[in-house]
């Protein structure tokens, strides 16, 4: 199958995947959508992306069926059922859940699409918006090199590392210590800010001692500077991060791991949750610092 003559169903259009789709469609691939809210598409379509009345129409169209959604649960909606991508997709079809969800759901996913001689990759991403809009996401991959290896084309276009991290469940898995990562980390950029703002520096300058040095993280070049501006607009929502500290949290506990910062985290963006941030982005976090 050549990827250039793939048909590419996507399902989720948020605020990464709509860059996703765009960055798809600029290189020539034939990219058909569908979201349960069709005007959040309307600009998409006004593009020449052509849009698809249901999840088994896109699937049954489709060579490569995408999905990028919020929680297990639609991942569980849109991939099993009767209408379902597993029932309705052609046999030898390629299927990439990109959501961030739960390992033993990527494998569950896998085996059921083995049996239906179905190709199941978890592809997890990290990189928000801004990741999204330049294609340089970092996809994490769980599944056959064979899936693998025929897609990678697509994942080249949206991304700029891309690694196979073994079978199924294991992009998932990657996708989770990624996320263990963030939850420390924000805070600590909170703090920092704070600190500085406390110790009667300009904290601008200060990032830009600190953004290039050891303490260096995607969300102290980022997302700082959007704490600084007020900029709470989501590039990663916080109802999302605290799904997917959620999830890590559980697995973490399944294989008997204590993590400390990861509760913390938890803990602390659900307080922001309950301010009436969950909508707002993860940056929104220096709100409950900055009293």
Not at 45 to 68: P, R, Y
Not at 83 to 95: D, F, H
Not at 241 to 251: C, P, R, V
């Amino acid at each position: 199958m050549q990827t250039t003559k793939q048909k590419i169903g996507f399902i989720g259009i948020g605020v990464m995947g709509k860059s996703m789709v765009r960055n798809l469609h600029k290189k020539g691939y034939t990219v058909k959508i569908f979201t349960r809210t069709k005007e959040k598409a309307l600009d998409l379509l006004e593009e020449g992306i052509q849009w698809s009345n249901s999840v088994a129409e896109l699937t049954k169209e489709s060579d490569v069926i995408i999905t990028m959604v919020g929680y297990p649960s639609d991942v569980e909606e849109v991939y099993f059922g009767s209408n379902g991508i597993i029932e309705n997709a052609k046999k030898g079809s390629y299927l990439i859940d990109m959501t961030t969800s739960k390992p033993q759901l990527a494998t569950d996913i896998y085996q059921q699409a083995l049996e239906k001689g179905l190709h199941s990759l978890d592809a997890p991403v990290s990189g928000g918006d801004i990741g999204a809009q330049n294609g340089t996401l970092a996809i994490m991959v769980g599944g056959d090199k064979q899936a693998f290896d025929t897609v990678l084309p697509i994942f080249d276009v949206l991304g700029s590392n891309i690694i196979l991290q073994g079978p199924a469940g294991a992009g998932q898995h990657t996708k989770l210590s990624n996320q263990i990562t963030i939850a420390s980390n924000m805070v600590g950029v909170c703090e920092a800010i704070i600190y500085a703002k406390k110790a009667g520096l300009n904290p601008s300058l200060v990032l830009d001692s600190i953004s290039t040095g050891a303490a260096g993280s995607f969300s102290l070049s980022n997302l700082a500077p959007r704490m600084l501006k007020e900029d709470y607009a989501p590039g990663f929502y916080v109802k999302h991060f605290i799904k997917d500290m959620t999830i890590a949290l559980e697995s973490a506990q399944e294989m008997g791991l204590d993590t400390p910062g990861l509760n913390l985290s938890l803990s602390l963006y659900k307080e922001l949750a309950e301010n009436g941030e969950e909508d707002s982005g993860t940056q929104a976090l220096i709100k409950l610092f900055d009293q």
